[in-house]
């Protein structure tokens, strides 16, 4: 049976701590992560070609004319993007490709690969969430509402979502998310050549046997 | 996040190695196990309310008539049916129930069930299960034969199930499925009430912040 790569769209409240999960999940596992370009300014520490592709405004919107993105945004005054190339050379490759995308990305991604697996990482509940976000100690009151404000919006897109996982234990979390990718490889309707094949197998060798 | 227990049918062609995976499967994960019951004689070694719940006909029709079934059939001169009770006891107590069941009865099952979770065992490819037919060594050619004619048969439902898993390792194959029905439960239409309360609680907290 023929393995076609997948493609994971992981998306998540803020302060629900999905970039962690989104590492580990690739350091157990080994799948293949998709790095975002962006014409923002490195940050301290932040590498290119790891953190992100960092890329002139020019250079940007050259790649957007060459349909060098499958998704993109500007927010405030930066783009950010997800490289095509990586993405589809992965998937023909067969491996499983995650990408770590907003909400609104993730539904330009579902309109290009319909079969893409859309899991959204959530909190064990609001108190949780509220708990998480003020234990990064750095935000004031204000800050935190607006987060939480964005998260009430988010639940509006929950749905779309294909799975909820929720970030309790990370261990737990990780290998949750890792249980459905595993688990969408099974998918019947992903696998037609393969009933096909068996069908006219089966065919042939009874035909031997009784013949 | 409420976990509600998962109604898991497993089919697949005769000579798979059905049996060992779903007996592996309990025996490493503990899964409930729906025992069917049936007509025919027990067989030596055969233990009632294990292998089988051993009923007269008078009693097996006693149950169809009070609906104690959830899909029963006649083979030849036998009855086989899947009690409800059993079924129905699990489900509402949140544990995943295993039913290891032919195609017409899974059919059945996933019109009265249409969350029921359907997964095929299959093999590498055919010549596989003709080995594996062959390899029992109590079979002759013409009885082969109609066992292909009958999984030839088959493909045409391999479609009708969610999920085609390969057995060709066996503890690869328990481990697939496992995977496949801990997925299952992170499905996002199975959690309407989880994003409701989110979403109630998520605003209320915002609104005490802002005050």
């Not at 790095?35 to 919107?61: I, L, N």
């Not at 330009?108 to 899991?119: G, M, W």
């Amino acid at each position: 049976m023929n393995k076609k790569g997948e493609l994971i769209v992981i998306s998540g409240f803020s302060g629900v701590g999905k970039g962690t999960v989104v590492k580990k999940l690739i350091e157990k596992y080994h799948y293949s992560l998709s790095v975002s370009a962006t014409t923002r300014a490195p940050r301290p520490g932040e590498v290119d070609g790891k953190d992100y592709h960092f890329k002139t405004v020019e250079e940007f919107r050259n790649l957007i004319d060459y349909n060098g993105f499958i998704e993109w945004a500007q927010y405030v005054e930066n783009y950010y993007g997800t490289p095509r190339k990586y993405v589809e050379d992965e998937l023909a490759k067969g491996n499983d490709v995650i990408l770590e995308i907003e909400v609104q990305g993730a539904m330009h991604i579902k309109e290009q690969y319909p079969d893409a697996v859309l899991i959204f990482i959530t909190a064990p509940n609001a108190k949780t969430l509220q708990e998480r976000l003020e234990g990064r100690g750095t935000e004031e009151g204000k800050v935190i509402a607006k987060r939480l404000k964005r998260a009430y919006e988010e639940t509006d897109d929950m749905p779309q979502y294909d799975y909820l996982v929720v970030n309790d234990d990370l261990d737990t979390c990780v290998d949750d998310v890792h249980a459905v990718i595993r688990a969408e490889s099974f998918k019947t309707k992903k696998h037609n050549d393969y009933v096909n094949n068996m069908k006219e197998e089966l065919f042939a060798i009874r035909k031997e046997i009784l013949s």
